[in-house]
């Protein structure tokens, strides 16, 4: 049955509707098309019906037109709406491998994200990152994983690698649209390409990384040999590259060797340690590998052999560089051969602990031979000698594997030597014990009572710093906020932090009892604060409040505003005052920023402010930066009093 004038009429229709039925009668259009509907009128009573109308409304006096074409109308929408039909010409065939699949997702709800992926500018980050945590399935539809693929060379790097991840996390669906057009001789895009591929698919992809390699440059390269770590049939390549790469492809061919578990790479190790220990050590660092292990902690006990043999053997920039290797490569690695390497570090106590000579400008100088534990700092507590600084390797350890052996090993040895052998012993009770019994366990070992120190003000607290360093709340959870640093990432096109270590218990009110007790320590202490009803937190709002108005203090003021806040605390009266008068100084440039986070009016911040004004002119408090604008004080104060 031919349809076209029932179409006919509809658009005549919609047209009157929007004229206006002033000239109905003279619309010859819609005579025409109700013309050329009466031959279907008789097919069917719906058709005879709309005929009917046709004939009704063209006849009506103007005034009854508006109600009959309205009516009219709808009921030929609805004949028009039955007929539709979906479809295109052509066989209908599935959507090859890899492309994504279908969503039931409107085109309009891509849009943003698809637009985000193909096109530049700013803003572009945000929105697909919204979109992996909102929608993570728009990601697998057809339209959109081509476009994250192609995205893996969007020019601005960060939102390349955020896409990098996000494919990473769909698992191995998308590796045959990482295959097409992939160009071995590219750059960063094809590398990340690689790296996507070798983490989700693994060795099942062996026989491309292979295929791809001899003609494959810097950094796919890079990529390419790395990859080739997951299949153990490929060690003797591996041996190979790293006699025939140079720089960076060699440390990837030694990182890819460093992680497996095969006879010929463990005698490439012994051959290479032979010639450069340290070099061989720096290529284990965070693995995993059985063999590594064994390697690594048979070296150190070489070392440790070498000094009970000497004890005062000389130190020099070598022995320096090849311990400081030794024991970073040590670090979260596990099994009975690693608890006998800390054990036998323990047994040397301070014997390392001395300076050691190194040659600068042509001559010989000496200094202290200490290692960095809480990253390349100038603070003094981050370079700690020999036997403070592999206490802080065992706790490490500890914090990214929670491993049995190492946490029975940290609690061995904090009973056996004390002094730094406490705090991984107290880690290990913090991740892995109930928050009652990790609190029982650091009041046993940093009180008084239990006689391992000799400076024991000083020794606790640094025990207890080392123990809470980077722990603090965050999202719902207690979270280590450290990371171990992996060397390999160093040849990764890109890279995703390891997970921060989360406590599975909050910890026991011992431990703010503690922090208050030794003192000093105001910023741990304000790291752990979270919405709780406990009696300790009035202790803790009424420490925070003397700390902060007593005496120069390791917070800032905001800080401990935010803390007392948590802490439900209510007395703000003079706040501010005692607080400058406690810092002897105040800053013109922070005074608003300061007072903003006061939870009081704006004319108790005036009063405040106006007090402190008066301090400074009266010489009683210093000015920072030597800057003070009168003028601009009082325009402050009048703003908080108008509030």
């Keep these: 049955m031919n349809l076209?004038?029932?179409?006919?009429?509809?658009?005549?229709?919609?047209?009157?509707?929007?004229?206006?039925?002033?000239?109905?009668?003279?619309?010859?259009?819609?005579?025409?098309?109700?013309?050329?509907?009466?031959?279907?009128?008789?097919?069917?009573?719906?058709?005879?019906?709309?005929?009917?109308?046709?004939?009704?409304?063209?006849?009506?006096?103007?005034?009854?037109?508006?109600?009959?074409?309205?009516?009219?109308?709808?009921?030929?929408?609805?004949?028009?709406?039955?007929?539709?039909?979906?479809?295109?010409?052509?066989?209908?065939?599935?959507?090859?491998?890899?492309?994504?699949?279908?969503?039931?997702?409107?085109?309009?709800?891509?849009?943003?994200?698809?637009?985000?992926?193909?096109?530049?500018?700013?803003?572009?980050?945000?929105?697909?990152?919204?979109?992996?945590?909102?929608?993570?399935?728009?990601?697998?539809?057809?339209r959109v994983l081509p476009a994250l693929v192609a995205g893996l060379g969007d020019s601005y790097g960060e939102i390349a690698d955020q896409n990098a991840k996000i494919v990473k996390n769909l698992g191995s669906a998308a590796v045959p649209l990482l295959k097409k057009g992939f160009n071995a001789a590219g750059k960063k895009e094809m590398a990340r390409r690689v790296q996507v591929m070798e983490e989700t698919a693994g060795a099942a992809e062996n026989a491309w990384y292979l295929e791809q390699l001899p003609r494959a440059k810097k950094p796919v390269r890079q990529a390419l040999i790395l990859a080739l770590r997951h299949d153990a049939a490929n060690a003797q390549t591996l041996i190979g590259l790293c006699q025939t790469e140079k720089k960076e492809c060699r440390q990837a061919a030694q990182f890819a060797l460093a992680r497996m578990e095969t006879d010929e790479s463990r005698a490439y190790w012994e051959t290479l340690a032979q010639k450069d220990m340290g070099g061989a050590a720096a290529?284990?660092?965070?693995?995993?590998?059985?063999?590594?292990?064994?390697?690594?902690?048979?070296?150190?006990?070489?070392?440790?052999?070498?000094?009970?043999?000497?004890p005062d053997m000389p130190l020099d920039a070598e022995v320096f560089g090849l311990l400081g290797r030794l024991r970073t490569a040590m670090e979260c690695k596990t099994g009975p051969e690693v608890c006998a390497a800390f054990r036998a570090a323990a047994s040397l106590g301070a014997a390392l602990d001395r300076d050691y000579t190194y040659e600068e400008n042509g001559k010989t100088k000496t200094g202290p031979m200490r290692f960095y534990c809480r990253g390349a700092t100038t603070d003094p507590d981050s370079?700690?000698?020999f036997s403070a600084a592999m206490p802080f390797t065992l706790m490490r350890s500890i914090q990214f594997t929670r491993d049995g052996g190492l946490c029975a090993l940290a609690g061995e040895l904090a009973e056996a030597c004390g002094g730094g052998w406490i705090a991984p012993a107290l880690c290990a009770a913090l991740l892995t014990e109930d928050s009652e019994t990790a609190g029982q366990r650091a009041k046993e070992l940093l009180r008084p009572k239990f006689k391992l120190f000799g400076r024991k003000d000083t020794d606790t607290r640094v025990i207890l710093q080392d123990v809470l360093w980077g722990l603090c709340w965050h999202e719902?959870?207690?979270?280590?906020?450290?990371?171990?640093?992996?060397?390999?990432?160093?040849?990764?096109?890109?890279?995703?932090?390891?997970?921060?270590?989360?406590l599975t218990r909050e910890p026991d009110p011992a431990w703010f009892e503690l922090l208050m007790e030794t003192g000093g320590l105001d910023t741990a202490l304000m790291n752990l604060l979270r919405p709780m009803d406990h009696p300790v937190m009035d202790k803790v709002g009424k420490y925070l409040y003397l700390r902060a108005t007593h005496g120069k203090n390791s917070g800032g003021f905001i800080q401990y505003v935010r803390a007392l806040i948590q802490c439900g605390w209510k007395d703000w009266d003079g706040f501010f005052v005692k607080y400058a008068q406690a810092q002897g100084e105040v800053s013109y440039y922070s005074i608003q920023t300061m007072l903003n986070e006061l939870p009081v009016s704006g004319k108790e911040k005036a009063a405040q402010l106006r007090t402190v004004n008066d301090l400074i002119g009266a010489k009683r408090i210093r000015v920072q930066h030597g800057r003070w604008p009168d003028a601009q004080i009082r325009q402050i104060i009048a703003q908080w009093e108008n509030e």
């Design 4 to 142: 076209q004038p029932l179409y006919d009429v509809k658009s005549r229709l919609e047209q009157a509707a929007i004229a206006g039925t002033g000239l109905l009668g003279e619309d010859f259009r819609l005579q025409r098309a109700a013309e050329g509907l009466k031959p279907l009128a008789g097919a069917s009573p719906v058709f005879g019906k709309i005929d009917a109308g046709l004939d009704k409304l063209l006849a009506a006096p103007a005034a009854a037109r508006t109600g009959l074409l309205l009516d009219l109308l709808a009921l030929v929408d609805a004949v028009a709406y039955t007929q539709g039909k979906t479809g295109a010409p052509g066989d209908l065939v599935p959507l090859s491998a890899g492309n994504g699949q279908y969503q039931e997702t409107a085109y309009s709800q891509l849009h943003p994200l698809l637009e985000a992926l193909t096109t530049t500018g700013g803003g572009r980050m945000e929105t697909i990152r919204s979109a992996w945590e909102n929608h993570p399935a728009f990601f697998t539809d057809y």
């Design 383 to 385: 370079q700690r000698y």
């Design 476 to 502: 719902g959870h207690y979270v280590y906020m450290v990371y171990a640093h992996d060397p390999a990432n160093s040849v990764k096109a890109f890279f995703d932090h390891e997970e921060n270590p989360v």
């Design 283 to 310: 290529a284990m660092r965070l693995s995993s590998a059985r063999t590594a292990a064994e390697m690594t902690a048979g070296w150190f006990l070489q070392m440790v052999e070498r000094v009970k043999e000497n």
